[in-house]
């Protein structure tokens, strides 16, 4: 090859290197809308510490880490540096029951955080309050909105979803907290850049996804080629992290035993219920029939589930249904049940004392109390019944199953013979929930390093001009 092909060649590659910076550059992603953070909260760990620095600096922004990596701590330290900022309030909403554990954590890190239920309560610094307060609550008097678990954004009827996107959609300063996104269900992302004003849930979809009607849900899927584009998008307005090391941590104590998860069987009677003209009941297990088929082994389940719980130590049990619930309540010593037709207020009374060692064990369910409590005072679960939702069982879990707990965590799952295929469902989309977690993981890595590429990327100056050009501005 001679050296003018070879000089042409290396000419072409600069070139190119030069032209997918300069697309890099025009990649969609969040802008930078906030301020440089004042001194962090010396309690706060090098994970923490990444996540806050970007949190502020980009000033609305998601931080999906797992269970046990400090989010109310990082919740804490950002809703009281904007109101530092602003000198005006910042809103923390919980689910249910958590805003008191919230105020107890800012205290244990010297963050001065008040839980509110009205807004004549509200003062200077930092509020928590409950979602279910949210209509008592002037969205405008606040400088910053915080959501732990976020995932309400999905998890809640769409008109409640509405009204929190609407409600803040002038707040200046945003934070939106929760574990890693369902997997297969990238609309919870849109969602969320939604909320945070980054891009509309419908752009996003049509830009990277697809309609997959070969499917009977016809479920949005992301596009072959748009995989790794889409979440360098998302890495642009979210950290995510699995472990402390995801975000430069160190992982030391957080890297926690496998749950000793033990399944249990019950015999299903398919004498019961058979449909005319068949010897015997084929159980069918849809999303729509399951509660039938469910029913008619609530008997059997409950009773094993009882069994298990009854011991000394705390225990969480888990249910799908009222009729489940009350049954449970009766038959497990030392336990309280909370359903959804108490009263916020009761329900917290009851949650907080199981929480505070009142109650030995609490019978409710993940939609109830699975969502944001810390329950690392119990090291057993003991599920009565399981559903679909791999979220719920996932968030259940993982109440105890998180950083600070001591003892190795016992799950317990109780299912009829004819539910096999919930279990493997479940089973199948936790893989696809790691995965997910990877692949986030990965982008965030990427978008670090090419964020530090975009910073030095300089146009080179030894450009070459025609000559009608340079003889025309040579003078």
């Known amino acids: 090859m001679s050296d003018q092909n070879l000089h042409d ?215 072959g080629h748009a995989v790794e584009d889409f979440w360098q998008f998302v890495a642009s307005w979210a950290r995510c992290a699995t472990l402390p090391s995801d975000l430069g941590g160190d992982d030391a104590g957080y890297i926690l035993p496998d749950v000793d998860r033990r399944v249990h069987s019950v015999e299903a009677d398919r004498m019961e219920n058979i449909a005319q003209g068949m010897l015997f009941r084929i159980p069918e297990m849809s999303a729509t029939s399951f509660h039938e088929e469910k029913r008619l082994t609530i008997k059997q389940r409950c009773d094993l589930a009882a069994e298990l719980a009854n011991h000394d130590k705390p225990v969480t049990v888990w249910c799908e249904t009222n009729e489940e619930s009350a049954m449970l309540a009766k038959m497990i010593d030392g336990a309280i049940e909370v359903h959804g037709s108490l009263d916020p207020d009761e329900k917290e ?9 009142t109650y030995r064990g609490m019978v409710t369910k993940p939609k109830l109390a699975g969502f944001g409590l810390n329950l690392q005072h119990c090291a057993h679960a003991v599920f009565a019944s399981i559903s679909f939702s791999y979220e719920q069982h996932y968030q259940a879990v993982r109440r105890s199953h998180r950083f600070g707990q001591s003892e190795t965590v016992r799950n317990d799952i109780v299912i009829s013979d004819t539910e096999a295929s919930i279990w493997e469902i479940i089973n199948v989309k936790s893989k696809k929930h790691d995965e997910m977690k990877r692949r986030m993981s990965q982008a965030m890595a990427q978008a670090q390093s090419t964020s530090t590429r975009r910073v030095k990327y300089e146009r080179p100056l030894d450009l070459a001009f025609p000559a009608w050009l340079k003889s025309e501005y040579a003078a």
């Open 9 to 223: 060649q290396q000419d072409a590659g600069n070139r190119l290197a030069e032209y997918r910076a300069f697309i890099a550059l025009r990649a969609p992603s969040a802008h930078k809308s906030g301020f440089d953070a004042h001194p962090i909260n010396k309690s706060a760990k090098a994970h923490q510490i990444a996540v806050l620095n970007f949190a502020l600096e980009r000033g609305k922004s998601a931080a999906f880490l797992d269970t046990g990596l400090g989010k109310s701590f990082i919740e804490l330290e950002f809703a009281r540096q904007c109101a530092e900022e602003t000198g005006k309030p910042s809103l923390i909403l919980t689910p249910l029951a958590v805003a008191g554990q919230m105020v107890r954590e800012g205290q244990k890190f010297g963050i001065d955080a008040r839980q509110i239920r009205e807004q004549d309560q509200v003062g200077s610094g930092v509020m928590v309050a409950n979602y279910e307060r949210l209509a008592k609550l002037d969205p405008s008097s606040f400088g910053a909105i915080i959501l732990d678990e976020s995932s309400i954004l999905k998890s809640y009827a769409s008109k409640t979803r509405v009204m929190i996107q609407d409600a803040f959609i002038d707040t200046p300063y945003k934070l939106a907290a929760t574990a890693t996104p369902s997997p297969n269900d990238h609309t919870e992302l849109g969602n969320h850049a939604e909320f945070l004003g980054v891009m509309r849930q419908q752009e996003m979809l049509s830009k990277w996804f697809i309609n997959d009607t070969a499917t009977a849900s016809q479920e949005w899927r992301l596009k």
């Open 349 to 357: 009374r009851r949650i907080l004392g199981f929480l505070d060692g």
